[in-house]
């Protein structure tokens, strides 16, 4: 790849949505909230319908965005102590005896976006999967969760508010949205943008080696984790393409198997680590897709 077609590729490649698909975005949020409003077993209940993801943090990819939203309750919150004080975790009630179980809001999450919508996938794990209809909105996927409690001291009187996902198959996710939103606008202010851009210039390079059948395809937050790891100083390169080429080298470095900093990387949120249980990803992913980008991308042996 030339310096120009690489400069081409970059310039596509931290292009947002058009208009046209931020109103098809758009309208698939409106049309979700509205499901979720007119439902008659939701009346009177406090319910946040919020997007969540790339979508919400403005790190989406042109011709490829989907939507994902939270429908969360919180007329019931589930408390944890932060993992470091874990042994205090008997001081806690978590004894819901109240209607709203997480088989029951899953139930009824379902019940609305199928009046709604007609055919939507209920099988999956996590999320319900609404497909996309083209020309009017994109895909979507609709998370059924409960406000989360994680207590930073012994006497539970500080704390960073969550969510939590009871999956189908028994196990739980707890989410950050909100940290993860205010750190990235935090990053991208103090890198003049570069954050965003470099996120949504991995993305799509990701998507172009998926698509040669290079590397598998990866969750789109994945990259959005990784280039978070870069510090400000390297994302203000001269150039973005100075820029996008810092970034690589430098998590290249982080993931090296000996003297790399990987697992002390942070997700956006800085709540989770990157590689830690649980994940949709290991290092060996990170490892593949960064040495593939740097070849892609012609920027070194």
Request: contains cysteine; proline residues 4%; charged residues 25%.
């Amino acid at each position: 790849m030339s310096d120009a077609d690489r400069a081409a590729l970059l310039r596509r490649a931290v292009a947002p949505p058009s208009d046209a698909e931020t109103e098809r975005l758009e309208r698939a949020e409106r049309m979700i909230r509205s499901a979720v409003r007119g439902h008659t077993a939701f009346a009177g209940l406090d319910l946040s319908v919020e997007a969540k993801g790339s979508y919400a943090n403005n790190t989406n990819v042109r011709y490829d965005s989907d939507v994902d939203i939270k429908v969360q309750l919180n007329d019931r919150v589930v408390h944890a102590y932060h993992p470091k004080l874990s042994h205090w975790s008997w001081r806690l009630n978590n004894h819901y005896r109240g209607p709203w179980t997480a088989t029951r809001l899953r139930q009824e999450l379902g019940a609305a976006l199928n009046t709604a919508f007609g055919a939507i996938d209920a099988t999956r794990n996590v999320a319900f999967y609404i497909p996309e209809v083209a020309g009017s909105r994109p895909s979507a996927d609709v998370v059924p969760c409960f406000a989360y409690r994680q207590y930073r001291d012994a006497n539970a009187s500080q704390w960073d508010e969550g969510s939590i996902v009871h999956t189908r198959d028994g196990g739980n996710i707890v989410n950050w949205p909100a940290q993860q939103l205010v750190n990235g606008r935090d990053k991208n202010k103090r890198t003049n943008r570069r954050y965003k851009f470099a996120v949504r210039a991995l993305k799509y390079v990701e998507n172009d080696l998926a698509r040669r059948g290079v590397i598998n395809e990866l969750p789109s937050y994945f990259m959005e984790c990784l280039i978070y790891n870069v510090p400000d100083a390297v994302l203000m390169g001269d150039s973005l393409d100075a820029s996008f080429r810092g970034a690589i080298a430098h998590l290249r470095g982080e993931v090296h198997m000996i003297w790399g900093n990987w697992r002390g990387m942070l997700e956006p949120n800085e709540m989770k680590k990157v590689f830690q249980d649980g994940q949709k990803w290991k290092i060996r992913d990170a490892r593949q897709l960064l040495d593939a980008a740097w070849h892609h991308l012609n920027y070194g042996s």
